[in-house]
């Protein structure tokens, strides 16, 4: 079978039920989401499909379809990163990195299908995406201001929830 | 000196939003091996016999490592500072925790590994488990280790780690009230997003590459040199990609059984845990248990305290006496305490074993002192943000063993927090500084225990 992944037509040998990820990360080289519980809990293989994020460890490759698959590799390079992936950036969003990914595709979609910039619907949105590094503030800020996509990357941001105490 | 007060970017961050980051996961090495482990299903038990014949005849199977196959089964996470060592490697002729390994199998995919596993003949004859660490100390508790269920290797070969200061006896005399609590926080889990991996290749020269998601790099290197009695100039440690780790990648779990299979099978050799290994085999942060007896005055100085305090460390000791150590000379809190008495044990239960978490053995006694200054504001009646000004660390305060604080910020966190919730501090707690204690900072139980330094 071929699927298409970020954009480029690939040959997949693995049996049809094989998760997504195990297709991704085993058979196509494409390292970006990530084995993190591998039972659809942390959101860490998240990838889009067709636009929609889907949880790669618990889709079979045979089910997609002619759906595109993106990972972040496909969203941007480090030359050209897209506007979440600069916010990510800007607002220190990603410290260990390992829940960056789904994270970012997830967000990545909810802003596309019109998501508002409010803490309480970005918080819903990235619900199912387990991060236990950040406290997810630093996320949720990102997220509400990637819509700008105008950041200075030589700095990084004063987050709107880091001066409780002054 | 640009770099101070800039607000830099992270070196990190644009490898982490695009994906680019490599994980030991994403570490690629031509002939790699994946790993899987027979691991006890009993919490304590004895293993009567152990055959991987069968299993190294499996398709696909390369390598079964035993106890067997280990130069030094036995080394601890503190034998560089000449503590005894308790945890084998792998199972021998005890396992003490359900998950334990006992034997891990290399093959060329992991469901090979798996099969290889299933395929190791063991019999175990199951023992009487301890699962609460009140009960250690009873006579007739399950034996754990030789020694019994007690750690006994402190200073002096004593069982407990104590603290001594003051006069206890005299401060409980003076004491307007007597106030105590019990706390008991439980295990949890750290829960890294990337589990234990570990990746070690053999190179042409003899050496090892060993790709690992340490927090103790050079820690990590010492355990498989130490393991696999070889010089340390035999490895080379590729760390610092870390997915995730919150004190619980400081033990090594992977990367000395990698290196062995890799040994035995010639070719690289990769480990990477289940979500539910980790759950169920990593080390956890302990479940503690803290008994607190305050002596108070009227007016809120804490006089003394004597506690009691239980560590459970699982089936192994690990850091434990190091963790309860940390625990003892920090169990005033940000407070001062003139007059102490501390005991403290390493309690052994068969439990998975207990390590670091995020302060090792000082957050959980930082809950406990908190939780308790609140109880004994509530039952003087006093403001709690006041009994904590009163009693807070000050310039030349001597620490529980000894240690003269020079600059405590504990007044200036104190009032931070109270400008925050908009408490209204009468004058001398608005005007307090964490200055050298004098006139009404300084009644008289707390003379004594003043430093003559000056601090700074």
Known sequence: ????????????????????????????????????????????C??????????????AVGSIGGAAVTTVEGLGTPEDMSAVQRAFVHYCAAQCGFCTPGMILAATAYLERGGSTEVAAISEALAGHVCRCTGYLKIVDAVAAARDGDFDLSTTAESPHTTVLG | MKAVGARLPRYDGVGHATGRTVYVDDVRVNGMLHTKALRSPHHHAGIKHLDTSRAERMPGVAAVVTHEDVPLLTYGHLSALGIPADEPLLGAEDVRY????????????????????EAVDVEFEER??????????????????????????FEGEMNVRQIRK??????????????????????????????????????????????????????????????????????????????????????TATETLCTLLAQKSGRPVKWRWTREEEFLCSSTRAPWHMEII???????????????????????????????????????GAYTIPNLHFDGYVCFTNRVPTSAMRGYGVTSVSFAVETHMSRIAEELGVDPLELRLKNANRIGDTSPNGITYTDPSTVDVLHAIAGATDADLPAPYRDASRDRRAGEWLPEHLVSQLSDSEGH
């Open chain 1, 1 to 44: 079978m071929n699927i298409v992944v970020n954009g480029t037509n690939r040959a997949v040998e693995s049996p049809p039920l094989t998760p997504l990820l195990h297709v991704l990360r085993e058979e196509l080289d494409v390292l970006s989401p990530k084995a993190g519980c591998e039972n659809g809990g942390c959101g860490a």
């Open chain 2, 128 to 153: 009487p488990a301890l699962f609460d660490m009140r009960k250690s100390f009873d006579a007739d508790a399950p034996r754990i280790h030789h020694w019994g269920a007690v750690y006994p290797h």
């Open chain 2, 166 to 251: 003051g006069d206890i006896e005299r401060a409980f005399e003076q004491a307007y009230k007597i106030i105590s609590g019990v706390y008991r926080p439980a295990a949890i889990e750290q829960m890294p997003l990337e589990t234990q991996v570990g990746l070690s290749v053999p190179e042409p020269d003899g050496r090892f590459t060993i790709y690992s998601c340490t927090q103790a790099l050079y820690f990590s290197m010492g355990v498989v040199a130490a393991h696999l009695q070889l010089p340390l100039n035999k490895f080379k440690f590729v760390g610092g990609t870390v997915g995730g780790g919150f004190g619980g990648k400081v033990d």
């Open chain 2, 294 to 332: 305050d002596a108070v005055s009227a007016d809120g100085w804490i006089l003394g305290r004597k506690m009691l305090t239980l560590h459970d460390a699982g089936a192994y000791a690990r850091f434990s006496p190091y963790g309860v150590t940390k625990h003892s000379f920090h169990h005033t």
């Open chain 2, 98 to 117: 359900k998950g334990q390994p006992i034997a891990v199998v290399a093959a060329e995919d992991a469901d090979a590994a798996q099969a290889g596993v």
């Open chain 1, 46 to 59: 998240t990838v889009l499909l067709d636009g929609a994020p889907r949880r790669s460890c618990l889709t």
